[in-house]
C-alpha cells in the first residue's frame, strides 16, 4: 500500500511553493542570477559572524529558554520601543527560529481547525499556508493598481472582518507588491478588531525595508499591551542574516506561557550562539541597517529606470520591501515564463502566479544585488521584456 495514502489530511493537502519550483530547477545550474528569492546578496557583517563564533567558542552549546534568552528579549523589547515609541516588555518577545517558525507558533497559538482567517492577495503564499496547514480556512482579499500604485480597500477589508472571523494576516510592506498600509488605516483595522474580538497578525520582517522613513508604520506603535494583536519579524532582511533563522514575535504578555510551551514541542528553543549573534546585530543597530537601505535603494533606482525601457512592462512603484512586481503585457501563464526565462535569459524570477490568482501575469524580481548583477540581469532579461 502506497504510505502516503495515510499521511494526515493535512499535510496532503500542502501545496509546493511555486517560487521553490522555478528556484530549485534553476539552482543546480549554476550560472543562472538568482533573483528569485526574497535575500539580499550581501554577507552578514562579521561583526555579526565573529560574535556567533566567539558564543560557540565561549561553550553556549545547551539548549536555551523555549521563550528565547533573556538578553535577547530585552534587547528587542528596548530596540522596539526605541524605534516605535511603545512600551513593549519582555515578557511579550518571544525569539523564534526564524520569521517562518514565528507565523507556525502563531497559527499553532490561534487556530481551531475550521476557523477563518483572512490574508491579502497578492501576498506571500507561506502565510495563509501556515494557517492553512492548522486547518484554518482562509479567504483573501485582493490588493489592487489604481494610478500605478497598489491599494487596498479598507473598507472593503473591515466589511470581510466578520465577528466570526478569528484572525487578519496583514504583510506590510508587503511580499510581493511592497504596498504599505498607512497608520490610518491601522487604525480602523486596530478599532474594528478590537470591537468584534479578531487578531491581527501583523507580517513586519520588511518593516525596515520602508522607501519612506525609518521603519514602516507599525501596529505596535498603536497597540495596548492586551489587544489581540500579534508581530512576527526577523533578522533574515533588514541584517542579511536568511540562512541563520533567527526572528522574534511580539505577543500579548498572557500568551508568553503558551507560547513557550508550543515552542517546546516545535524546536524547543533557538540556539544560544544564533541568539547572541542577534544581540550584536541590534548593537550594530541602525548603522547596519542603514547601508544595506542604502544597497537596496540603489538596487530599487536602477530597476526602475530599466524597466521604464521596456514598453510591454507596467512598473508598479513599491513603497517597500526589496522587490519590482511587474505586469508583463500578454503574458497569461507566468510560471511557465519565469521557466522559460530561467532557461533562455539564465534570470532567476518568481513567477507571480507563485503570490495568488490575483499575482497571474506578474513576475517578481528582488532587486537587493549590486549594480552590476542587476545591469547584466536586464541586459539578459532584454530579448524577452522586448
Ligand atoms: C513576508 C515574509 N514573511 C516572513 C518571511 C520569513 O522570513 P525568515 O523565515 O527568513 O525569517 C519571509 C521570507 O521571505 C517573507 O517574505
Not at 511553493?17 to 554577507?43: C, H
Not at 490561534?110 to 494557517?131: H, K, M, S
Not at 487578531?199 to 492586551?226: G, K, M, N, T
Not at 499575482?359 to 522586448?386: H, I
Request: aromatic residues 8%.
Amino acid at each position: 500500500m502506497n504510505p502516503m495514502k495515510t499521511i494526515s489530511a493535512r499535510a496532503q493537502a500542502l501545496e509546493a511553493s511555486l517560487i521553490r519550483t522555478v528556484a530549485e530547477a534553476g539552482m543546480t545550474q549554476g550560472d543562472v542570477l538568482p533573483l528569485w528569492f526574497g535575500e539580499g546578496a550581501w554577507p552578514t557583517n562579521s561583526l555579526i559572524v565573529e560574535a556567533a563564533v566567539a558564543s560557540l567558542q565561549a561553550g553556549n552549546h545547551k539548549y536555551q529558554p523555549n521563550n528565547g534568552a533573556m538578553n535577547l528579549r530585552m534587547a528587542l523589547s528596548a530596540y522596539s520601543n526605541n524605534l516605535l515609541g511603545c512600551q513593549l516588555t519582555p515578557e511579550q518577545i518571544t525569539v523564534t527560529p526564524s520569521g517562518m517558525q514565528g507565523l507556525m507558533l502563531a497559527a499553532e497559538l490561534l487556530v481551531t481547525p475550521g476557523d477563518r482567517v483572512v490574508a491579502l492577495e497578492p501576498g506571500w503564499p507561506n502565510i495563509a499556508g501556515c494557517f492553512k496547514a492548522q486547518g484554518a480556512v482562509a479567504e483573501t482579499l485582493s490588493l489592487s493598481v489604481q494610478d500605478g500604485r497598489w491599494v487596498l480597500d479598507i473598507d472593503a477589508l473591515l466589511a470581510a472582518l466578520t465577528p466570526d472571523t478569528k484572525a487578519v494576516l496583514i504583510n506590510s510592506p508587503n511580499n510581493p507588491t511592497g504596498w504599505t498600509m498607512t497608520a490610518v488605516d491601522q487604525q480602523r483595522v486596530l478599532a474594528h478588531c478590537r470591537q468584534h474580538g479578531i487578531w491581527i497578525v501583523a507580517d513586519d520582517v520588511y518593516s525596515r525595508l520602508y522607501r519612506h522613513a525609518q521603519y514602516a508604520p507599525s501596529f505596535l506603535a498603536l497597540a495596548e499591551p492586551e489587544d489581540r494583536v500579534i508581530s512576527v519579524n526577523s533578522f533574515s532582511k533588514s541584517w542579511s542574516m536568511t540562512g541563520w533563522r533567527l526572528g522574534w514575535m511580539v505577543a500579548p504578555a498572557v500568551c508568553e506561557t503558551k507560547l513557550g510551551q508550543l515552542t517546546e514541542f516545535n524546536t524547543c528553543s533557538t540556539p544560544g550562539f544564533i541568539q547572541d549573534a542577534g544581540v550584536v546585530a541590534l548593537q550594530a543597530g541602525d548603522a547596519e541597517v542603514a547601508q544595506l537601505q542604502r544597497k537596496i535603494q540603489t538596487g530599487y533606482a536602477i530597476t526602475a529606470q530599466e524597466l521604464s525601457n521596456f514598453s510591454r512592462v507596467a512598473f508598479i512603484e513599491p513603497d517597500g520591501a526589496f522587490y519590482s512586481f511587474f505586469r508583463v503585457d500578454g503574458l497569461s501563464d507566468s510560471l511557465t515564463a519565469a521557466k522559460t526565462i530561467m532557461q533562455e535569459t539564465k534570470v532567476g524570477l518568481a513567477p507571480g502566479i507563485a503570490f495568488g490568482a490575483e499575482g497571474e501575469g506578474y513576475l517578481r524580481l528582488c532587486y537587493a544585488q549590486p549594480e552590476e548583477v542587476l545591469e547584466r540581469a536586464f541586459k539578459q532579461l532584454a530579448p524577452f521584456l522586448s
